[in-house]
Every structure is written in C-alpha cells, then in structure tokens.
C-alpha cells in the first residue's frame, strides 16, 4: 500500500490494529477524537484466546503482561473473578492500563473526528477529512479503516444500511474510589478474594467489581445496577436519549435504587444515595451493531472503508464480550492486511462476520438469560465470582 493507512479510533480494537501494523512494518497514521487518553478506568475480563497472540506482537511475557494490566497487579490477576466470562486461564484486567500499554511507541492524533470520506475512483487513493488541530486537515490514504466504537462516526456516515439496537434494558454504572480502609470497612470480607461480587433482587441485578488496586492509593470500585424494562411506561428506559445526556441521571439512579431497603453489605453500603452521589454515574443503553456483509464487502471495494470492533458487531456492556472481540479484531485485520491487503480484508470479513453474529447473539442471549434467572429466583443470592 502506497499510502499510509487511516485508523479511525484508538481504542482496543484501533490500538491492536495499530501494534500488529506496527509489527508487519505497513504504515499508518491513527486518529482519535478526544484530547487526551480517556479517564475512566474500568476492568474488563481478558482471555487467553485474546491475550496471548496479544502479548506476541508486543514481544512480552504472560508474566509481564499480567503485571503491567491486571487489577490485582501485585498478583497479576490470580484473584477470583468467576462469572459467565470466566475461563482457568481469563483474569480482570484494567482497561485504561491494556491501551496504554497499547499506546507505547504509537503516535495519536488526538482531537480528530472524520468529517467525511471522498470516494475514491480507480487506481487513486481514499481521502479522508478531520475535524482537527492546526496541524492536519484531511488524510490521503490507502486505506480507511473505523475502529471508532458503538457511536461511529464511520458508520453512520457511510452505511447507512447499518443497525444499532438498544435493548429493553435499563442499567446503571458508577466509578468512584475509596482508601484501603474505608474499602474495608465498606466491604468487610465479602471482596477479600474476589474481584467481582453480585447480589439479586426480583428482577434487579447488583454488582460492584474493583477497577484497580494499588498500594497507599486509593482503591477504585465500579458498581452496576440493571434490570429488563418494564414496558413503555418506563420513565428509566430512555432508548433515545443523546450520547452525551448519559451522566445526567444521577437521580433518577438514587430514586431506583431506594425501592430495595434490604440489601446486606456492602451493597447497602454501595447503593445508598449519599454514596452514589460521589461516584461518577452512567446511565448505560445496552446497544448492539449489526451490518450486511454484502454491504461491508461493497464499501471496501468502492472508498476503501473497512470497519471494525463495536463499529460494526457491538455486543451489550452486560452479557458481552467486546473487549476480547475488540482485541481478536485488530490482530486478524492486521495479519489480514499484511499477507494479502485489501484482497485480505475482504477474506477476513467472510471469516469474521460469522463469529460476530454469533458474538452479538450469544451476549443478547447471555443478558436475557441473567434476567430471566432473576425473575425465577424468589430469594436474594449473594454470589462471589
């Protein structure tokens, strides 16, 4: 390829793609639109099936890798995590340390939003224009791949024939942090060994999961609340809300979460209004992406515009496994693009798209299954995982 190849999005999916670039020596040039390496730091559950072609192309150890990203760096993930995601060989990792030790050696151009994509015609190049700083206003590349999430911008400018999904659920997350001794006298022993903890009730399900653990700071803690919708009556199921409204119902998080006045510890000690308060809230929409293959294969062949990760096969945040989705993506596109180029990646859509509508249907049935159990379960289980 003549021109540097455009990488729209820097997160797991943009990142991978870019390391594994980076490894077969093929150029690129990679875009994100925020200023500066997002401040959130959630954990996320890695599997070897993801993890180890990883730490290959990054030239590391397991040992190493584990160090750098678990959550319980000390011990390099061994704590329990359990759940629907877990494996003997899977452990929690912290997303935030994952793409930054992605991002090492990479350069980004951060602040920049694809504006539009000029089509190319035979033999010439796509050209791709940014919203950016001073320095760069459009892209002659090769090559446009969007790896720019749920909400892409790619997408939505180029396919309109794509789909997102918002599933009738309504799901809360909250981040915040506690000292080592308020955490333990939050949570008592009930996360002594574990990374993830839930408890039910009707047809609610409560979860607190520990982002990040390091010694003399501060322990970061995530909690998640979710429930099906219940019909259109449904003041806290807001399919259509915009992107950007999501950290504004804080309250209406306090006013859910009072109905359940006989939560044990530490949930109670989680999910009360002073705390939650504090903690940076989201209200989540539990979204998935779908496109036809035909459509994908016919954009490529026409501007050069390939997309992937939640850009195009999004699963649920709950039920879902985009994250390892993410990272298998950009280590097979990459290898795709460098053993045969564009003919490459229209092999690697034939092979992929069936793993990700399978993806997509597992976690859509992952979540309903979670809530189903709730609704036949009459009594509160406490759960470790």
């Known amino acids: 390829m003549t021109q540097p190849i455009a990488i729209i999005g820097a997160g797991l999916s943009g990142l991978t ?27 996320i559950t890695l599997q070897a099936s993801a993890y180890r072609p990883l730490i290959k192309i990054l030239d590391i150890s397991e040992d190493a890798f584990r160090s750098l990203v678990a959550v319980d760096a000390k011990r390099s993930g061994l704590a329990s995590h359990g759940g629907g995601m877990y494996t003997g060989s899977s452990f929690r990792a912290n997303k935030r340390k994952v793409e930054r030790l992605l991002r090492r050696g990479l350069f980004v151009h951060w602040k920049h939003m694809l504006e539009n994509v000029a089509e190319r ?19 002659t ?7 720019d999430g749920v909400h892409s911008t790619v997408r939505n400018v180029l396919l309109p024939s794509a789909s997102v999904e918002v599933l009738p659920y309504v799901a809360f997350n909250g981040q915040g942090t506690l000292t080592h001794r308020n955490f333990r006298r939050v949570n008592g022993t009930a996360m ?36 099906p919708a219940r019909g259109p009556t449904d003041v806290a199921y807001r399919p259509d809300r915009p992107v950007e409204d999501a950290e504004k119902y804080v309250e209406m998080a306090v006013s859910e979460f009072g109905g359940f006045r006989d939560l044990e510890r530490p949930f109670s000690n989680t999910f009360n209004a002073s705390r939650v308060r ?9 979204r998935t992406t779908s496109a036809p293959l035909p459509a994908l294969q016919d954009l490529l062949a026409k501007s050069g515009v390939c ?9 649920p945040i709950i039920g879902g496994n985009g994250a390892n989705a993410a990272i298998i993506d950009g280590l097979t596109l990459g290898e795709a693009i460098a053993s045969g180029g564009q003919t490459g990646i229209s092999k690697w859509y034939d092979d992929r798209y069936p793993v990700w509508k399978q993806g997509v249907e597992e976690s859509r049935k992952n979540i309903a299954r979670v809530h189903q159990q709730l609704k036949e379960t009459a009594s ?3 759960r470790t995982v």
């Open 192 to 227: 002594k060994d574990s990374m993830v903890i839930e408890t039910r009730r009707r047809d609610a399900l409560f979860s607190i999961s520990i982002n990040e653990t390091r010694p003399k700071l501060p322990i970061s803690v995530s909690w998640t609340y979710s429930r």
């Open 141 to 147: 590349a090769s090559l446009v791949i969007g790896a």
């Open 17 to 43: 793609l870019s390391r594994t670039l980076l490894h077969h020596g093929i150029p690129f040039t990679l875009y994100q639109k925020g200023r500066s390496p997002p401040r959130h730091s959630y954990a």
């Open 278 to 286: 504090e903690d940076e809230v989201k209200h989540w929409l539990m």
């Open 380 to 382: 509160s289980v406490l």
């Open 121 to 139: 015609s035979e033999n010439q190049a796509t050209q791709a224009s940014a919203t950016p700083d001073e320095l760069l206003k459009s892209h």
């Open 307 to 315: 997309l992937m990760g939640d850009a195009v096969h999004a699963e």
